[in-house]
Nanobody, 118 residues
Framework: QVQLVESGGGLVQPGGSLRLSCIASKMRFSLYDMAWYRQAPGKQRELVAQITAGRMPNYADSVKGRFTISRDNVKNTVYLQMNTLKPEDTAIYYC????????????WGQGTQVTVSS
C-alpha cells in the first residue's frame, strides 16, 4: 500500500519559514502530479500547492508568492518551502498524488502540524 509520510512542521513566529517534506513509497512517484493540502481546525481540507510530473507548479491564491513546491524524483519526495508565514497558515499539512480530476488518490498520511504564533 502506498505510504505518505510528512515531516518538517513546527511552531514558528509570524514572518518565519518552514520547509515541509513528504516521502512517498510503493508508488511510481515520478509519474504522478503531487500536491500539498492543509486542514485548519474546524475547516475543510484545502489544496495549497501542486506540482505536475513535469514540474509545473500551481498555487492557491492565499499562498502565492510565499510558498514554493518542488520535487525530487530520485528521493521520492515532494517539498513545500513556506516563507513569510502568517497565523492563518496554521494547520495540519498533508501531501498526496492528484488524479486527472484533481482529486487525492491515496490514503492520507498523518500530516505535519504547522503552528504560526507569536
Amino acid at each position: 500500500q502506498v505510504q505518505l509520510v510528512e515531516s518538517g512542521g513546527g511552531l514558528v513566529q509570524p514572518g518565519g519559514s518552514l520547509r515541509l517534506s513528504c516521502i512517498a513509497s510503493k508508488m511510481r512517484f515520478s509519474l504522478y502530479d503531487m500536491a500539498w493540502y492543509r486542514q485548519a481546525p474546524g475547516k475543510q481540507r484545502e489544496l495549497v500547492a501542486q506540482i505536475t510530473a513535469g514540474r509545473m507548479p500551481n498555487y492557491a491564491d492565499s499562498v502565492k508568492g510565499r510558498f514554493t513546491i518542488s520535487r525530487d524524483n530520485v528521493k521520492n519526495t515532494v517539498y513545500l518551502q513556506m516563507n513569510t508565514l502568517k497565523p492563518e497558515d496554521t494547520a495540519i499539512y498533508y501531501c498526496n498524488s492528484l488524479s486527472s480530476n484533481n482529486e487525492a488518490i491515496w490514503p492520507w498520511g498523518q500530516g505535519t502540524q504547522v503552528t504560526v504564533s507569536s
